[in-house]
């Protein structure tokens, strides 16, 4: 961000400004490096991002500003300008190890032998000693061949010869070296063959170079090196491509996901191609034999046989015997009676991903499926349909008990689980189908069998991120189980008959399932008191769903379900041609009407939300004018939801799910509190009393305040229990056992989500429009600036609609501001405040010298020269001012000049023209450091730099801003809806923020005398390098000033 | 070379008391005419202007300018060592780095002499112009000192009306509102009992209760104030030296609306 360690030269102007002093400014602020200040930051506060970190953060930025009278004007990012976008790739590039290309090295090799030359002629006009020995060059040769030096050389002439880097070579009067001696690669030698692979590298197209072929093995080991380096490099996976790039190349995040894994398998096999030609090999390179993971007592084997690789189990002995078979790239290549052992390159395979595997949904959350499509074959809707309750509930009531013996026994011993299960399996064909999803979700691992046989049911409702979750989650199972293979044994025989019974119904009902499952419960939570919210809000349905689908992206970002998949599942929806209201009106029914009756299986023991959302549910009911057909109603409250939480998709069925999720996963964790389980049930049963005399009330009326605050009570005590619950869940069962699926959703989730978050490092604009939501509701004006907001802020500053700049980003100098405020959010009493004016005076910096400034060290327009830094900058900038020899600045030169003045010198070093010999020390030392180093050409401080800096796109458009009064009600609601704040923690921040605001300005002295600034250059306490190069630049300012 | 007498420590004393709590340093610009300070706390609302003539002092010199950078809260430490009736001295070389304070006991033949370090201040000055003035109050700093105090307990802002022939300081707070009317009085036998009141246009400006009780810190240097009101303008609050005077300038708080 902004000019590399520029703070550090201007930290010492900075004047302590309190708080308090900026009442009643307008200040800019640059609000985009918040976002992303968030973003990067507020993760790593709880180890997990929350989605809405970033709508927190501007909340509690924003009330402090308004607590201190400050009028702020928000400014945005419109976009990055051409050169940011160049400066930011190439860096990355750099960072990414591309080489530079093979003119760039003959231009260096040139240069450097110039300046050698130039260097011997100065020193040879100082010194007339140039004799060189053939050892001494040896000794500078190291870089190509590191070959044990002579040390003879080191003995004779220790000190004749230093070398300033690795191109600076000795100048030689005769050079012999013994043919035979094959350490020696003499310079040219050495440069060719370099200069020849890559060349070589270059004119192939990688891509068409097969490792494997015998032609490749009968190259030379060094090219064949060279390659696979290059090959695995490229095989990195983004390749360099930002995450939008990629979005673009793979639309579909499927294709990404196998991209991806193609590119890791590819990189592991150049990985080991790599090892063979280095020789970091074992001796025998056809046997390997090397732990790659594994349990204590389990080891996997990577063997070579005739087909590739294997992989194989060790401990049982039948590594050799039954291994799993890879093919040329590694893949694996699956038999029928392999055991479920993944192989971490299996992950490619994704078509044969056994999603159902992982899915702890239970019995009873099948239990939806009829709901979704009543008119299914007999049986199974006997079985399945809600309608038939006695079935149900009893079904429901067997789940419970066995998930009671799981719960109890699965800290014992996970056999005695699949036992169990086992033993269930046998009883009917129904029961054996979810029992075996039970003992998977425990075990979560399945024959290869398994997954074909039920890809075939799932193909259409597979998503990359599942698949993802799925093999992380299988890995980190893997260790948990030691009794797999038993299971594995029994399992593929049911699996495969109960996938072919109910082919179209299971593959309907896991697409939900999965949907449901992909959610971390946590994010349920969220979702669920937006429904909350959205409740509350009838009276804006339009409002808030437009609110909704803002925060909708931001969902998705959260937890990528593409929304290919929702699609897909709408289209499945479609085909069944099932009238979606009716399944969702009915499991309403179950919720909210029969509660009584549905207690065991409806009622959410654990889930605060839920069991606020039954009494809203009814409020919204109450709140209705028309409450003929509460029904009608709920189907509109899920048209509500459902664009909130996937993008255009009207798929109502996720809601559901995600409802029926919650509901539904309750049970699990029934044992643990019961006494929550009757508060909840309680509340239902209360609230269905309300409705009646509510009819009457107009759409736009939310909660009289008694009620409100009863509610928000409760939420509040609920969020408490939640806490509190789920600390105890945690402190149970801890995260080791496999059992409580609760906990270790959530820490896989989390690390998911890390990750998700990581990648994200982009702000998005649903973020964007989240903030800007509600600057709306604090009644403070926002503008999106055209390109750049720290620019814009200048030129607010400018404009004078603005007394200063709120920026952590020194490029906002760079641009033009002239007033910038740092550090306003630490923890500070004072704000750090910095003028350009006082900058000038005290440093003699001006706007042009900072730009040349970046130009040397490196911004966001520029890459800067490698090894110069801020002090360095600084000296180069006084040395070549050309104000130093009293001339002013030529009109139509760039900047002050300093930098031209600096090219030309260091051009003439460059082009072997030897220097006056009463070079200033800082000139000398220049040459020193950066002598093989630094190449510059005419382009040197390249004018599109101060151009984007001198000119950027802005908006100049000088209407007066205007500032609201924070609406209260709004913000309540809508960081209930975001960050699902009740209204007690809302107001404890903004009730004393607003009515301070109302509250008379104390104004300050500043607004009623003008300010003498100081004209005497202060004292700052800085290094000793840096000071005489602020004096000097300082005294040529002065210097410029009088003449 | 600065040398400066003070007839009694205690007038030095009492004005570093009064300014040491809104201001942690400050410079003192020190010229052949006096000493002179300007001042603003660092929430940039009240600023203090102090001069001390030259006749103040019993013996007063200063052949160049020096700018003194004291911290007061150094000073009033030191300067609390001496008996309120001594003799003060301080003096100072030019481009000098600390301030020499000299006591000497009237009665007893003592001489304490202390060093304070001087301190570099880069504080840039507003510039106080003269200033139109719509209305005058000039009433017992004791007086202002009670009203300032009594209306604090009520709320952190404190409003002043002043009308033809009264002045009115309201408070308006959560637990109540206060009013305090005084008007003009001649006392002839005691006329620093006097309170006048002198009018161009009708005043209504509030201002904030903490910085009047940082002002009214300054009472016990005399025994009138006179406050000098302007519409829309900071309030000045002055207390007269024996020569010289101790300003405070405090702006006002508006109404968002302003």
């Known amino acids: 961000m902004g000019v590399h360690q520029l703070w550090n030269v201007l930290g010492p102007t900075a004047r302590p400004v309190r708080l308090e002093a900026l009442s009643r400014k307008k200040l800019a602020v640059d609000a985009s490096i918040w976002i992303y200040q968030f973003l990067k930051a507020v993760r790593d506060k709880e180890g997990r991002a929350f989605a809405s970190s970033h709508i927190v953060g501007f909340f509690k930025r924003i009330c402090k500003l308004l607590f201190f009278g400050i009028e702020p004007v928000f400014v945005f990012d419109g976009g990055a300008p051409i050169l940011k976008r160049k400066t930011i790739a190439k860096r990355r590039e750099r960072r990414e190890g591309k080489r530079e290309t093979v003119e760039q090295a003959a231009k260096r090799l040139l240069a450097t032998q110039l300046q050698n030359k130039a260097d011997s002629l100065t020193s040879k ?741 490698k090894g110069i830094g801020i002090v360095t900058a600084m000296e180069i900038l006084s040395e070549f001012d050309p104000q130093k020899e009293g001339n002013s600045t030529p009109k139509n030169m760039l900047g002050s000049g300093s930098l031209i003045n600096f090219r030309n010198w260091w051009m003439d070093y460059q082009n072997g023209v030897p220097a006056p010999s009463n070079e200033s020390e800082i000139r000398t030392k220049l040459k020193r450091k950066f002598k093989g180093k630094l190449f510059l050409d005419f382009g040197f401080p390249d004018p599109q730099v101060f151009e984007g800096y001198l000119r950027p796109e802005v908006d100049s458009d000088d209407t007066k801003f205007q500032w609201g009064t924070p609406d209260l009600d709004q913000l309540r609601r809508f960081l209930m809806a975001t960050v699902g704040w009740d209204q007690k923690k809302v107001d404890e921040v903004l009730v004393p923020v607003i009515r301070d605001m109302n509250k008379k300005k104390q104004t300050t002295l500043g607004e009623f005398f003008p300010t003498e600034m100081l004209q005497k250059r202060r004292n700052l306490t800085m290094g000793k390098r840096l000071k005489s190069a602020t004096d000097k630049l300082t005294k040529n300012s002065k210097k410029q000033r009088k003449g | 070379m600065l040398e400066g007498k003070f007839e009694e420590a205690s007038l030095l004393k009492k004005i570093v008391e009064a300014m040491k709590d809104c201001v942690s340093s400050c410079n003192f610009n020190c010229t052949e005419n006096g000493i002179s300070v300007q001042a603003v706390d660092n929430s940039r609302v009240l600023l203090i202007s102090l001069l001390i003539e030259k006749d103040t002092f019993e013996e007063y010199r200063c052949d160049r300018n020096i700018t003194l950078g004291v911290g007061l809260g150094s000073l009033s430490k030191i300067i609390g060592n001496g008996a309120n009736s001594d003799y003060l001295t301080i003096s100072a070389d030019d481009d000098a780095d600390k301030l020499n304070i000299i006591f000497e006991d009237k009665v007893k033949d003592k001489i304490s002499e202390y060093n304070l370090k001087l301190l570099d201040i880069d504080a840039d000055l507003l510039d106080v112009g003269p200033m139109d003035t719509d209305a005058t109050i000039t009433l017992p700093s004791a007086d202002f000192a009670k009203i300032c105090k009594d209306m604090k307990v009520l709320s952190e802002s404190l409003q002043i009306i002043v009308t033809k022939d009264s002045a009115l300081f309201q408070s308006v707070g959560d637990i109540g509102t206060g009013n305090i009317v005084i008007r003009p009085k001649t006392d002839i036998d005691h006329p620093e009992e006097s309170v006048t009141i002198s009018l161009d246009k009708p005043i209504d400006l509030s201002f904030g209760s903490k910085y009047l009780s940082d002002i009214i810190k300054a009472t016990s240097l005399s025994q009138k104030v006179t406050i000098k009101l302007t519409d829309q303008s900071p309030g000045v609050f002055e207390y007269k030296l024996p020569s010289g005077y101790l300003r405070f300038y405090l702006a006002p708080k508006f109404d968002e609306s302003n």
Not at chain 1, 175 to 186: G, L, P, Q, T, V
Not at chain 1, 439 to 456: A, G, P, W, Y
Not at chain 1, 489 to 495: A, C, N, Q, R, T
Not at chain 1, 539 to 550: G, I, P, Q
Request: hydrophobic share 30%; proline share 5%; glycine share 4%.
């Open chain 1, 125 to 865: 006009r100082k010194t007339k000693k140039d004799d060189t020995p053939f050892e001494s060059y040896l000794e500078d040769n190291d870089y190509l061949n590191p070959a044990p030096k002579p040390s003879k050389a080191k003995s004779e002439e220790p000190k004749s010869f230093r070398k300033e880097d690795e191109y600076h070579l000795q100048q030689l009067d005769a050079f012999e070296y013994s043919a035979e001696d094959k350490r020696m690669m003499i310079n040219f030698n050495a440069h060719q063959q370099a200069a020849d692979i890559e060349e070589l590298i270059d004119s192939i197209d990688l891509d068409s170079i097969d490792p494997s072929s015998e032609e490749f093995l009968a190259l030379p080991l060094a090219v064949q090196y060279i390659i696979l380096s290059h090959l695995r490099l490229r095989s990195r996976l983004r390749m360099g491509y930002t995450k939008n790039q990629l979005n673009t190349l793979f639309p579909n995040g499927m294709d990404f996901s196998k991209f991806q894994i193609q590119q890791v398998q590819k990189r592991n096999y150049f990985t080991q191609k790599l090892m063979n030609v280095s020789g970091m090999d074992a001796t025998n390179p056809e046997q390997i034999t090397r732990r790659i993971a594994g349990d204590v007592d389990k080891s996997y084997s990577l063997q070579k046989n005739d087909q590739g690789w294997t992989l194989a189990l060790a401990k049982d002995g039948s590594s050799a015997s039954n291994p799993i078979q890879l093919d040329d790239y590694g893949n694996v290549i699956k038999t029928e009676q392999t055991t479920a052992i993944k192989h971490e390159e299996e992950e490619d395979e994704d078509e044969e991903f056994p999603e159902e595997g992982w899915d702890e949904v239970p019995l009873d959350k099948v239990n939806n499926l009829p709901l979704l499509k009543p008119q299914e074959d007999l049986p199974r809707k006997s079985f399945m349909d809600p309608s038939i309750h006695g079935g149900q509930s009893a079904f429901t009531h067997e789940e419970l008990y066995t998930r009671d013996v799981e719960q109890q026994s699965k800290t014992e011993s996970l056999e005695s689980d699949d036992e169990e299960y086992n033993q269930a399996l046998v009883q009917s064909l129904y029961e054996m189908a979810k029992k075996n999803k039970q003992t998977k979700v425990k075990e979560t691992s399945v024959t290869s069998q398994d997954d074909l046989d039920l890809r075939k049911a799932v193909e259409e409702s597979k998503d990359d991120y599942f698949a993802l979750r799925n093999k992380e989650r299988e890995l980190m199972f893997k260790k948990n189980s030691t009794d797999e293979n038993m299971i594995l044994i029994d399992k593929p025989v049911s699996e495969t008959e109960v996938a072919e019974k109910n082919l179209p119904e299971i593959k309907f009902g896991k697409s939900f399932l999965f949907k449901g499952n992909n959610k971390p419960s946590e994010q349920v939570e969220v979702l669920q008191k937006d429904i909350i919210a959205e409740k509350n809000n009838s009276k804006e349905e339009m409002l808030e769903e437009e609110r909704k689908e803002e925060r909708e992206s931001e969902f998705v970002v959260a937890s990528p379900i593409s929304s290919d998949d929702d699609i897909d599942l709408d289209q499945e929806v479609k085909q069944k041609a099932q009238p979606l209201p009716s399944w969702f009106d009915n499991k309403v029914d179950q919720v909210s009407n029969q509660v009584p009756f549905n207690e065991d299986r409806v009622v959410d023991p654990n889930d605060d939300e839920k069991a606020g959302l039954i009494p809203f549910r009814e409020i919204e009911n109450m709140e209705s004018e028309d409450n003929s057909s509460p029904e009608a109603k709920e189907a509109e409250v899920v048209d509500l939801e459902s664009p909130a939480q996937y993008d255009d998709e009207p798929v109502k069925e996720n809601i559901s799910i995600e409802e029926g999720n919650a509901v539904e996963n309750k049970p699990n964790n029934l044992p643990a509190s019961p006494n929550e389980k009757d508060e909840v049930i309680d509340q239902p049963i209360e609230n269905n009393l309300k409705p009646a005399n509510a009819d009457n009330k107009l759409l736009d009326y939310y909660f009289s305040e008694s009620e409100e605050e009863r509610l928000a009570d409760q939420m509040m005590e609920e969020e408490d229990q939640h806490e509190q619950f789920a600390s105890d869940l945690q402190k149970q069962y801890g995260y080791t056992t496999s059992n409580t699926t609760v906990p270790i959703y959530d820490s896989k989730m989390k690390e998911q989500h890390k990750k998700d978050q990581r990648d994200s490092d982009e702000v998005t604009q649903g973020m964007i429009d989240d903030i800007q939501d509600m600057l709306t509701r604090f009644g403070i004006p926002y503008i999106t600036a055209p390109m750049e907001a720290e620019a814009q802020c200048a030129e607010l500053l400018k404009l004078k609609l603005v007394d200063g700049i709120i920026t952590d980003d020194s490029d906002c100098f760079l641009f033009g501001g002239e007033r910038i405020y740092k550090n306003m959010f630490n923890e500070k009493q004072y704000v750090e405040c910095y003028f350009l004016e006082e900058i000038q005076r005290d440093l003699g910096l001006t706007r042009n010298k900072m730009i040349e400034i970046a130009l040397l060290v490196g911004s966001d327009y520029t890459e800067g020269i």
